[in-house]
């Protein structure tokens, strides 16, 4: 084993997946001389050179596309969008396009294409720099959504997502970039479509991703003090969601938690708790708590207040333990 | 177009050195952490917004960037408010939630700041399409860089305002750096005002001199306003600093830095006035101090401004 940063278990997912396949390539905006904006591409520009690692103008429609032009005819593209808010400008490529292509097609075309971005706030850099739109990839049939945690899942997972023959939106987030964890030497991959239990526990059941993952487990050790043991759920995969794991955990704990730093409304805990209900609504002991930022945009000066933590994970956990049907 | 008088000099050179001394304020309090986010400056780039605005009254429209600092300075904004804003207060011009990035003032046809690269020219375009709707004499400006216009926003407002020949000037401040990459890595061409001619628009390159850039905006702000459509204006100039404050640079090398540095828009025209006399040494030093202690009193009042409280992030949410 050796410790690592999550950006740079990132560039390791890539550098390997580059080695293992001479079709992946990385595009982007200064993801080549410039290394990366976040510097998840150090070091590949001198090794692969600009055929493989390309710089390109901002045009985030135009390289997204071309991208999965690429992609349909055997190649496996990587792109990188810089910050996740400008994803917005390439809408109808991954929307129209890249989710939509295989189907359409009838199966003639598979699009094996990976879009990395970083989520979240954290750099009180306002409204534009700091949303979490996991939930309209998720909408949308044909992409699958990953969210990684941990150095060691960001790898494992990017490894996956640039294997698999299919489109990946692959989101990171800004505020774990400098977090260190401990990967194997060897290589390794993580299914897509299965959850991790970051933490087990007995009473309620917490499903979440990515930075909240960590503030779900700082809960869960201070709720551990006030008697409450809470199993922590990392999605990982978002879209398509590993059931199993959820509704066994539930049917554990008869009670639950979501928890995603995007706003609540219509995000992904929407989901997980409509199917709940649908489901296996009688192993319920007590209504959902759904925890996310407010309905209303970041702003510069409120980040911190904004970007939901800790603490709303206690408050919502210990709503859910003092009711039941 | 007549030549700026003595007055009009003068007022020139005092608002470039406002955005200068108002953006190395700037760098000062961000390196204490008193202002938070990205700071983009714009130093080395005052006299575009300058010999822009010149022409423009408050009832005429800007859109601009990241880097718009001096584009809100130069088209009147006041100070104090602006700091405040930049400081994350609620007495701010946006209540504290637009920071640097988003700075806007409708009292002075700001229309913002902009986060998404290229977002702002449509946005202008959408500007000057109200006026001639409204059949008012007013114009919009959109300012941008030259990595913008990588964007397809870019072409299609150009295209648009082609077509209906809306009073607009497109003002790209070609600064040679999008980020952390050079111009040859965005565009196989040397000249921006290349692309009008995609869109049969007349187009204006200038150096960075603000006279030089005073008389062409002056031009094109004229056609616009005389409904005969939009031009674009190319302003080459240089990037002094990073990207963003705190950006290293290890892209861009030691030599090319100075080099950009030594080309001054302000020093250059500073002795242009002093030779022409129509300021002296102490004149200079003077409107030095008077501006600086304007900035000095912008700070003191943002400093003294409160932060939003957290229960009025939802006000003026309208669902
Ligand atoms: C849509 C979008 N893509 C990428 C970025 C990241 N970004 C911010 S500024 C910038 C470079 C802009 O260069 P240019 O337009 O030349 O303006 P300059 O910074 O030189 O003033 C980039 C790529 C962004 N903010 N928005």
């Given at each position: 084993m050796k410790d690592i940063r999550y950006i740079f278990a990132i560039k390791e997912a890539m550098e390997e997946e580059m080695e293992r396949?001479?079709?992946?390539?990385?595009?982007?905006?200064?993801?080549?001389?410039?290394?990366?904006?976040?510097?998840?591409?150090?070091?590949?520009?001198?090794?692969?050179?600009?055929?493989?690692?390309?710089?390109?103008?901002?045009?985030?429609?135009?390289?997204?596309?071309?991208?999965?032009?690429?992609?349909?005819?055997?190649?496996?593209?990587?792109?990188?969008?810089?910050?996740?808010?400008?994803?917005?400008?390439?809408?109808?490529?991954?929307?129209?396009?890249?989710?939509?292509?295989?189907?359409?097609?009838?199966?003639?075309?598979?699009?094996?294409?990976?879009v990395r971005m970083p989520e979240g706030g954290g750099l009180n850099a306002g409204p534009q720099h700091s949303q979490c739109l996991e939930a309209w990839f998720a909408h949308v049939p044909g992409l699958k959504v990953v969210m990684a945690s941990t150095p060691y899942d960001v790898k494992g997972l990017l490894k996956s997502s640039i294997r698999d023959d299919n489109p990946v939106i692959f989101i990171e987030n800004k505020t774990l970039h400098a977090m260190k964890g401990s990967i194997p030497e060897e290589d390794f991959t993580i299914p897509l479509g299965k959850a991790d239990i970051k933490r087990e526990g007995s009473d309620v059941t917490i499903v979440t991703a990515s930075r909240m993952v960590h503030e779900s487990l700082k809960a869960a050790d201070a709720l551990a003090e006030e008697g409450i043991s809470l199993e922590v759920i990392d999605l990982m995969t978002i879209q398509p969601w590993d059931r199993e794991t959820v509704f066994n955990s539930i049917g554990k704990t008869h009670r639950l938690v979501t928890a995603h730093e995007a706003v609540k409304q219509f995000g992904f805990g929407a989901e997980i708790s409509a199917a709940v209900t649908e489901e296996i609504l009688d192993e319920l002991d007590a209504p959902i708590m759904r925890v996310g930022a407010p309905f209303v945009p970041a702003s510069y000066s409120l980040e911190k207040f904004y970007v939901p933590g800790a603490d709303d994970v206690k408050n919502a956990v210990r709503k859910t333990m003092e009711r039941s049907f | 177009m007549s030549k700026p008088g003595r007055k009009k000099l003068i007022e020139f050179y005092t608002r470039m050195v406002r955005i200068r001394k108002t953006e190395e304020k700037l760098m000062e309090v961000f390196s204490n952490g008193e202002i938070l986010g990205f700071l983009h400056v714009s130093i080395?780039?005052?006299?575009?917004?300058?010999?822009?605005?010149?022409?423009?009254?408050?009832?005429?429209?800007?859109?601009?960037?990241?880097?718009?600092?001096?584009?809100?300075?130069?088209?009147?904004?006041?100070?104090?408010?602006?700091?405040?804003?930049?400081?994350?207060?609620k007495e701010g011009f946006c209540m504290g939630r637009s920071g640097s990035m988003h700075l806007a003032d409708k009292k002075h046809g700001i229309m913002g700041a902009n986060g998404i690269v290229g977002g702002g020219i449509p946005i202008a375009t959408g500007a000057a399409f109200a006026a001639r709707y409204k059949k008012t004499d007013q114009v919009a400006v959109a300012t941008f860089g030259e990595g913008a216009t990588g964007e397809g926003a870019f072409h299609e407002a150009?295209?648009?305002?082609?077509?209906?020949?809306?009073?607009?000037?497109?003002?790209?401040?070609?600064?040679?750096?999008?980020?952390?990459?050079?111009?040859?890595?965005?565009?196989?061409?040397?000249?921006?005002?290349?692309?009008?001619?995609?869109?049969?628009?007349?187009?204006?390159?200038?150096?960075?001199?603000?006279?030089?850039?005073?008389?062409?905006?002056?031009?094109?702000?004229?056609?616009?306003?005389?409904?005969?459509?939009?031009?674009?204006?190319?302003?080459?100039?240089?990037?002094?600093?990073?990207?963003?404050?705190?950006?290293?640079?290890?892209?861009?090398?030691?030599?090319?830095?100075?080099?950009?540095?030594?080309?001054?828009?302000?020093?250059?025209?500073?002795?242009?006035?002093?030779?022409?006399?129509?300021?002296?040494?102490?004149?200079?030093?003077k409107i030095g101090a008077q501006v600086q202690a304007e900035i000095d009193e912008a700070v003191d009042f943002a400093r003294e401004c409160s932060f939003p409280d957290p229960s009025e992030m939802m006000d003026g949410l309208y669902i």
């Amino acid at each position: 084993m050796k410790d690592i940063r999550y950006i740079f278990a990132i560039k390791e997912a890539m550098e390997e997946e580059m080695e293992r396949d001479e079709n992946v390539f990385l595009v982007g905006e200064d993801v080549g001389l410039a290394e990366g904006s976040f510097g998840a591409s150090r070091g590949l520009y001198d090794k692969f050179g600009p055929d493989r690692v390309i710089d390109t103008p901002i045009s985030e429609l135009g390289f997204t596309s071309m991208a999965a032009g690429a992609a349909s005819c055997g190649l496996r593209p990587i792109v990188e969008i810089m910050f996740m808010d400008f994803v917005t400008c390439c809408m109808d490529s991954i929307v129209n396009q890249i989710a939509k292509m295989r189907y359409m097609f009838g199966n003639q075309y598979s699009v094996p294409i990976v879009v990395r971005m970083p989520e979240g706030g954290g750099l009180n850099a306002g409204p534009q720099h700091s949303q979490c739109l996991e939930a309209w990839f998720a909408h949308v049939p044909g992409l699958k959504v990953v969210m990684a945690s941990t150095p060691y899942d960001v790898k494992g997972l990017l490894k996956s997502s640039i294997r698999d023959d299919n489109p990946v939106i692959f989101i990171e987030n800004k505020t774990l970039h400098a977090m260190k964890g401990s990967i194997p030497e060897e290589d390794f991959t993580i299914p897509l479509g299965k959850a991790d239990i970051k933490r087990e526990g007995s009473d309620v059941t917490i499903v979440t991703a990515s930075r909240m993952v960590h503030e779900s487990l700082k809960a869960a050790d201070a709720l551990a003090e006030e008697g409450i043991s809470l199993e922590v759920i990392d999605l990982m995969t978002i879209q398509p969601w590993d059931r199993e794991t959820v509704f066994n955990s539930i049917g554990k704990t008869h009670r639950l938690v979501t928890a995603h730093e995007a706003v609540k409304q219509f995000g992904f805990g929407a989901e997980i708790s409509a199917a709940v209900t649908e489901e296996i609504l009688d192993e319920l002991d007590a209504p959902i708590m759904r925890v996310g930022a407010p309905f209303v945009p970041a702003s510069y000066s409120l980040e911190k207040f904004y970007v939901p933590g800790a603490d709303d994970v206690k408050n919502a956990v210990r709503k859910t333990m003092e009711r039941s049907f | 177009m007549s030549k700026p008088g003595r007055k009009k000099l003068i007022e020139f050179y005092t608002r470039m050195v406002r955005i200068r001394k108002t953006e190395e304020k700037l760098m000062e309090v961000f390196s204490n952490g008193e202002i938070l986010g990205f700071l983009h400056v714009s130093i080395g780039q005052e006299a575009a917004p300058v010999g822009i605005c010149a022409h423009l009254s408050d009832l005429d429209y800007i859109a601009t960037t990241h880097r718009g600092h001096g584009h809100a300075i130069a088209k009147g904004i006041d100070l104090k408010y602006a700091m405040a804003e930049l400081f994350g207060k609620k007495e701010g011009f946006c209540m504290g939630r637009s920071g640097s990035m988003h700075l806007a003032d409708k009292k002075h046809g700001i229309m913002g700041a902009n986060g998404i690269v290229g977002g702002g020219i449509p946005i202008a375009t959408g500007a000057a399409f109200a006026a001639r709707y409204k059949k008012t004499d007013q114009v919009a400006v959109a300012t941008f860089g030259e990595g913008a216009t990588g964007e397809g926003a870019f072409h299609e407002a150009l295209n648009f305002a082609a077509i209906k020949k809306l009073p607009i000037v497109y003002v790209c401040e070609n600064n040679g750096w999008a980020e952390f990459s050079p111009q040859s890595i965005h565009m196989p061409i040397k000249d921006v005002i290349s692309r009008a001619t995609a869109y049969n628009m007349p187009a204006v390159q200038v150096s960075n001199d603000v006279l030089e850039i005073y008389e062409a905006a002056g031009k094109a702000i004229d056609h616009a306003r005389a409904g005969k459509g939009p031009t674009l204006l190319e302003v080459k100039c240089d990037r002094w600093h990073g990207h963003y404050v705190g950006d290293a640079q290890k892209y861009r090398g030691k030599d090319a830095v100075e080099k950009a540095m030594g080309k001054d828009c302000l020093l250059n025209f500073e002795v242009t006035l002093l030779t022409d006399k129509v300021l002296q040494k102490k004149d200079i030093e003077k409107i030095g101090a008077q501006v600086q202690a304007e900035i000095d009193e912008a700070v003191d009042f943002a400093r003294e401004c409160s932060f939003p409280d957290p229960s009025e992030m939802m006000d003026g949410l309208y669902i």
